[in-house]
């Protein structure tokens, strides 16, 4: 039963890309998507299986986060 929101959202994946398509390039909207998921994996890591991060990797998901807030913003 878990299953089936990473799935949804798997599923309507083309559909959101295509809707993003309306407000960004391709590019920028692929790595908004990466990046997104990388944030949100680490914070279901941290939250729900109690995982530890290094300063180090507190740095890298600090940058990461600044990279989707710098890829969303509409500063061309």
């Known amino acids: 039963m878990w299953l089936a929101l990473p799935m949804a959202v798997y599923a309507f994946q083309p559909v959101i890309f295509y809707l993003g398509l309306g407000h960004t390039t391709l590019t920028t909207l692929n790595l908004l998507w990466d990046v997104m998921s990388d ?5 279901v890591g941290l939250l729900y299986f109690k995982e ?25």
């Open 39 to 43: 944030v949100l994996v680490t914070l």
């Open 52 to 76: 530890k991060l290094s300063m180090q990797k507190w740095f890298g998901v600090f940058f990461a986060f600044m990279a989707v807030i710098f890829l969303g913003s509409d500063g061309d």
